[in-house]
């Protein structure tokens, strides 16, 4: 019987120990020197429990890595007015370099308007219009943290982009959108897949790296990857096992698809710990920039 192929796991929880790493050395180096360290603000509205691990979760790495966390808690009732008023004072503070304002928000808040707030300069996220038009132009600026970190793992991994074919399942302006465009710039040919895409597994069959990012638990099965593709996984879920207890699957079967692809990241432990190091990263791409240092 032949024995079964098993694809190489990206391990993420590694990558972003190693971009923690190399951000605590340049924090160390510039405080060194004399500077104050980054700052970075988190508002937190009302009480999801999952956005409070979240947020635990951030203000942990930041801590260190050497950057001031200041969390700003305000309940779910907070109206939009105050909201931005803090984000008012956040965009103009001395010793604020990056700005996060953690997703979901409670009903009826606007996150687009939120996020419209921030000062594109002290975005953490990427997510400002203003820094998506940079992305889109080719210039300079903080990037959206999980596909900036898809990017981050598949240079560590030696992923050849330039003339693969590249196929993204999912367009949201969090995850889709950019993650096509940073293929491009690196010169993959793109296919963008949505609810509307036609013949969708023949699509997906066609791609050497496939990003899939539609929020739906094991919806691409292993005989919809192309063998030797490289699959980035981007969903979380959590479910019920057989036995009650909770399981984590991804928006890939992991069980069929390891066995196809070449390459595949894991859930948990793949995607999620490198969208954090990001945001540490962009918050101190922002620091750098705003000092004049590097």
């Excluded at 700052?39 to 203000?59: C, H, Q, T």
């Amino acid at each position: 019987m032949p024995e079964t192929k098993t694809a190489n796991i990206i391990d993420g929880k590694a990558c972003a120990a190693e971009t923690r790493e190399a951000l605590k050395v340049q924090v160390q180096k510039h405080v060194a020197a004399g500077h104050r360290p980054p700052g970075l603000a988190v508002i937190l509205v009302g009480d999801n429990p999952a956005s409070e691990l979240y947020v635990k979760n951030k203000i942990t790495a930041c801590k260190n890595v050497g950057i001031e966390s200041h969390l700003h808690r305000f309940p779910k009732e907070a109206s939009q007015q105050e909201i931005i008023a803090c984000l008012n004072e956040l965009n103009t503070s001395d010793t604020i370099d990056g700005i996060l304002v953690q997703l979901p928000l409670p009903s009826p808040l606007s996150e687009a308007e939120v996020l419209d707030a921030i000062n594109p300069a002290k975005d953490a996220d990427g997510l400002h219009p203003f820094n998506l038009g940079c992305l889109l132009a080719g210039k300079p600026g903080p990037r959206p943290c999980t596909p900036a970190g898809i990017m981050t793992l598949l240079a560590k991994y030696d992923v050849t982009i330039e003339g693969k074919s590249a196929t993204v399942i999912g367009r949201s302006n969090l995850v889709g959108k950019p993650i096509a465009l940073m293929l491009m710039q690196k010169n993959a040919t793109v296919t963008i897949c949505h609810s509307r895409t036609q013949n969708l597994p023949d699509v997906v069959r066609s791609a050497d790296i496939l990003v899939v990012a539609i929020g739906k638990s094991r919806f691409v099965p292993g005989d919809w990857i192309k063998p030797g593709a490289v699959v980035i996984d981007v969903g979380i879920h959590h479910e019920k096992g057989a036995d009650g207890k909770s399981v984590i699957t991804g928006d890939v079967d992991f069980q069929t698809a390891q066995s196809v692809a070449r390459l595949i990241t894991p859930v948990p432990g793949g995607v999620g710990p490198m969208t954090v190091a990001q945001l540490l990263a962009n918050t101190v791409y922002s620091y750098q920039t705003r000092l004049g240092i590097s």
